[in-house]
């Protein structure tokens, strides 16, 4: 049975390390054939191995000084004592080491800093970027770059198109992939000048499937497949989905609970809401991958619980098995 | 008793002209002393004037030769048959008149088209931009530009944000106003170079009240009052906002109807939902306004029934009312 080795940072997001630890562990008991690294301080080793001692016996413990704080700025990540921290030594890990990943719930900003700086880009790609899978009516939705470049040239979003139509192809091998740049309109003169020079690349791109432009409210109801933008504008969408999406559902929670009656009610829709519930959870898509360096680092969602961590392994070992990285790499430089 | 006076063009929007004369008889049947210009074709008066005959009566008739289509490109609006348009001749009346306004739910680029060839920029402002309210948890929050401008510089982004301001106050004159600018992160350093540059003009403006970074996820639980944007990242979050609502209002009806029992179970919540749906319904604040041309230009939402159309009328009524144009006139050049 092959090992396929993930390295977890078991710090930053808003339940860990025990979101890490339950996920691994749901995700060992499913695949025995995934292989941990954890990555902590001895600190945490003493506090967490009685609890986890299953997981802790089947893994290995790679011990670090300090972990990154949440509202640590990216600039600050490379200086001597952060490089000690349990996320630098998890992507460092993973440098020139093709069946290893590593997952974090941890600071973007410096998980891409070490990214970028201990596993450089691939080939031919100036500047990585992160992609994630959505929910939306018909099927997923890859979407990037979600934040990892506030300023793109058009080469770097043919880039990003180019990498997200492999990604997506990789994780559903039967789709025809369909490719769209996010615009302000669908008539071919709308946007900037960004959009204009990236559209008039992508069209000519022999290894994508582009359809054109795609606007925001499609995201969530598109026949494409991949979205490519610039990570100033994949931000503010993200953002303001996440945002709507909480606004929403509080609203709702409190027209339930507004009465007895209505709670009642409402207990007894338990199931439906649950549904609903898990029709639009984005953390079962949980995962932005960073797309674009020479290595898989995969970001999990700061909020996740270990259920969502687990998915975030699962997206990490489908990942390695289909050998993503080397698929991207041959892709990019055809 | 002073008359308001208001020019409606019939068409544009889904269920136009039909919506706007219900939103015209509402509103009117509230607000005695507003008067109306209906703009519409011959054709249109013979098969409305019967079933709304008491709003004919107490209207003024303004006689197009055609209306423009959903689909027209704004850069056709210009020319010499589509000028002959009830969208034209409502937009042309208000030239050189402060005591009239112009609302529409038609083509936004049309719209946009006319005002600045019509009425022309308003002096110091050398770009127009789209601005709405929007349902937030702690009070309505204003979001401009909605986009208008694809591509800004940091002086319009300055000029959005004393108009927006103005805007505010006018309509809420007890509030004193906050002004944030949109980014992907809170920090000092993060965004683009537009972004950057706006940050430093903004901070040494006195006429506003300026308060830092906004992330698009607190665009509904801010304490903000408006926030400003370049109109292709504002138009990216205004679709994203419509298409997950609809995507989490889609979702939370096929759970609820997916059997007898909860579709029964449903209807007995019948008024929660509908104290849900209110909470979350931006077309109780229906009305974008074009602010910065010469004149007050209302873009009522494409699927606007009578009661939402009735609401940009109230808006509008406001504008009039506070004489919205000449204080932004007064702040822009102060």
Same mark, same amino acid.
């Given at each position: 049975?092959?090992?396929?080795?993930?390295?977890?940072?078991?710090?930053?997001?808003?339940?860990?390390?025990?979101?890490?630890l339950? #996920?691994?562990?749901?995700?060992?008991?499913k695949?025995? =054939?995934?292989?941990?690294?954890l990555h =902590?301080t001895?600190e945490?080793?003493?506090?967490?191995?009685?609890?986890?001692?299953?997981l802790?016996?089947k893994?290995?413990?790679v011990q670090?000084?300090?972990?990154?704080?949440?509202?640590?700025?990216?600039? $600050?990540?490379?200086?001597?004592?952060?490089?000690k921290s349990?996320?630098s030594n998890?992507?460092?890990?993973?440098k020139?080491?093709d069946?290893?990943i590593?997952?974090?719930?941890?600071?973007?900003?410096?998980m891409m800093?070490?990214?970028?700086?201990y596993?450089?880009t691939?080939?031919? /790609?100036s500047r990585?970027a992160?992609? =994630?899978?959505?929910?939306?009516?018909n099927h997923?939705?890859?979407?990037?770059d979600?934040?990892?470049n506030s300023?793109?040239?058009?080469?770097n979003?043919?880039?990003?198109?180019?990498m997200?139509?492999?990604?997506?192809?990789?994780?559903?091998?039967d789709?025809?992939?369909?490719?769209?740049?996010?615009?302000?309109?669908?008539?071919?003169?709308?946007?900037?000048?960004?959009?204009?020079?990236?559209?008039?690349l992508?069209k000519?791109e022999?290894? /994508?499937?582009?359809?054109?432009?795609?606007?925001?409210?499609?995201i969530?109801?598109? !026949?494409n497949?991949?979205?490519v933008?610039?990570?100033?504008?994949?931000?503010?969408?993200?953002?303001?989905?996440? #945002?709507?999406?909480?606004? /929403?559902?509080?609203?709702?929670?409190? !027209?339930?609970?507004? =009465?007895?009656?209505?709670k009642?009610?409402s207990?007894?829709?338990?199931?439906?809401f649950?549904d609903?519930?898990?029709?639009?959870?984005p953390?079962n898509?949980?995962?932005? /991958?960073f797309?674009?360096?020479?290595?898989i680092?995969?970001k999990s969602?700061?909020?996740?619980?270990g259920?969502?961590f687990?998915?975030?392994? $699962?997206?990490?070992?489908?990942?390695l098995?289909?050998?993503?990285?080397?698929?991207?790499?041959s892709?990019?430089?055809s």
């Amino acid at each position: 049975m092959n090992k396929y080795v993930i390295n977890l940072d078991l710090h930053g997001g808003d339940f860990a390390p025990g979101s890490v630890l339950e #996920g691994a562990t749901i995700a060992l008991s499913k695949n025995p =054939s995934v292989h941990f690294k954890l990555h =902590s301080t001895k600190e945490f080793q003493q506090q967490y191995s009685g609890k986890f001692s299953s997981l802790f016996q089947k893994s290995d413990w790679v011990q670090s000084e300090n972990y990154i704080s949440p509202d640590l700025k990216p600039s $600050e990540a490379l200086k001597k004592d952060n490089r000690k921290s349990s996320m630098s030594n998890a992507i460092a890990e993973i440098k020139n080491n093709d069946n290893e990943i590593t997952i974090s719930a941890g600071n973007t900003g410096a998980m891409m800093a070490y990214s970028t700086v201990y596993l450089r880009t691939i080939e031919n /790609i100036s500047r990585p970027a992160i992609a =994630s899978l959505f929910p939306s009516k018909n099927h997923p939705v890859c979407f990037l770059d979600l934040g990892a470049n506030s300023e793109c040239s058009a080469e770097n979003l043919l880039d990003f198109a180019i990498m997200g139509s492999t990604y997506y192809q990789v994780l559903y091998p039967d789709v025809e992939c369909k490719v769209a740049l996010l615009n302000i309109g669908s008539e071919e003169m709308k946007g900037n000048h960004l959009i204009q020079q990236s559209h008039d690349l992508l069209k000519n791109e022999k290894r /994508i499937n582009y359809q054109g432009f795609v606007e925001a409210n499609e995201i969530t109801d598109t !026949s494409n497949h991949v979205i490519v933008t610039d990570g100033f504008s994949g931000n503010i969408a993200l953002k303001t989905a996440e #945002g709507v999406s909480k606004f /929403i559902t509080d609203s709702l929670k409190k !027209s339930l609970t507004s =009465s007895l009656y209505s709670k009642i009610l409402s207990f007894l829709l338990k199931n439906k809401f649950q549904d609903f519930k898990k029709s639009i959870d984005p953390r079962n898509f949980n995962g932005g /991958i960073f797309i674009g360096v020479n290595g898989i680092v995969i970001k999990s969602h700061g909020n996740a619980d270990g259920h969502a961590f687990a998915n975030a392994i $699962e997206f990490g070992l489908k990942c390695l098995k289909s050998d993503l990285l080397n698929k991207i790499k041959s892709n990019v430089s055809s």
